[in-house]
């Protein structure tokens, strides 16, 4: 009998729903001590589980800020620093104040999506600057605010490939940013409080308040002149 057979023989006796995957997926994935067999549970669990709507999910939100397809540790993971779940590609930083109940078992710790506690080994090397990201999102008091305004804001493309962009007067200054990082930021909002530092001259990162809980840093593509 091959596993289609088994398959379709199983679903007529049995009652196993999509939600069950994970967990089976898991359990699977303990009982078994074949490194090649974890190895094969895991990319099933990483393809087949569903990943968590934006929209609902901070943690998801923090995420689309992070690289997925970076190699190293720094980018493609979230991390956890001071009560804050923080996401980083090095272009932008999402950051979201975990609950108080969440935020002390998480600290110090690389997360996914879901809240779960990623096994991985960190070093000075390969760990996010968490203080400094800190620092930037949500810590450092900027003395200049203005509202972001999608409205506002005139589509551009970039003279090559499908790139668009969102360019925007903010605090007396022309700015450009990557539309689809902008859309990830403000999830569904049109108009957010935005702060910057003294000085700033359309090329510096500007800091988006969503919300109490949530904060976004996004750098600006490049000067408009």
Known sequence: MNIQTHAYTLKAKIKFKKGDA???????YKATADEQVKEKLALLYSTMTPKPAV????LAWVA???DPKCDS??????VVGKGYAMGCDGYRVHAYKLPESQAAALDGKYIDASGNVLAIETSSNNRLPVDQILKMAV??????SDTFDVSKCVIAKADHGSVEF???ELFGQK???NKKMIEQALNGRQSVKVSAPTGFTGQEPARFLLSDTE???VMPVRFVH
């Open 175 to 177: 700015c450009r940013f």
């Open 55 to 58: 929209k609902n999910n901070p």
């Open 73 to 78: 540790n720094r980018f493609d993971k979230l």
């Open 139 to 144: 810590e450092a008091e900027y003395a200049l």
């Open 166 to 168: 969102f360019d925007v």
């Open 64 to 66: 689309t800020a992070s």
């Open 22 to 28: 994970p967990r089976t997926l898991e359990d699977l």
């Open 215 to 217: 904060k976004a840093i």
